[in-house]
């Protein structure tokens, strides 16, 4: 059994920064990659960054130049630092990962929501 446990969402002022944790436990032998995705009100789930094992990562176009994401392989844990944020990234943001073997989890989902 697997359980990711995301930490960090709330309520932030346009502008504002937002830190997201994510700490994956059970029975993970070995993680390919580690990433972030949201999903606002009506519109389809998207990814937010991904970060491999190896350390390489991916943004989306949104968020790049605005976002970090970094992983510590030791504790399975991924972290999302948010700046600058913009009412735009309101959203429900779920932590992914996808294993050695392919099997992909997801977690439960933090809500971040940006005033204006």
């Known amino acids: 059994q697997v359980q990711l446990v995301e930490s960090g969402g709330g309520l932030v002022q346009a502008g504002g920064s937002l830190r997201l944790s994510c700490a994956a436990s059970?029975?993970?032998?070995?993680?390919?990659?580690m990433g972030w995705y949201r999903q606002a009100p009506g519109k389809q789930r998207d990814l937010v960054a991904v970060?491999?094992?190896?350390?390489?990562?991916n943004y989306a176009d949104s968020v790049k130049g605005r976002s970090t994401i970094s992983r510590d392989n030791a504790k399975n844990t991924v972290t999302l630092q948010m700046n600058s944020l913009k009412p735009e990234d309101t959203a429900v943001y779920y932590c992914?990962?996808?294993?050695?073997?392919?099997?992909?989890?997801w977690g439960q989902g933090t809500q971040v929501t940006v005033s204006s």
């Open positions: 992914q990962i996808i294993s050695l073997v392919g099997t992909t989890y």
């Open positions: 059970g029975s993970i032998f070995s993680i390919l990659s």
């Open positions: 970060i491999t094992r190896g350390g390489s990562t």
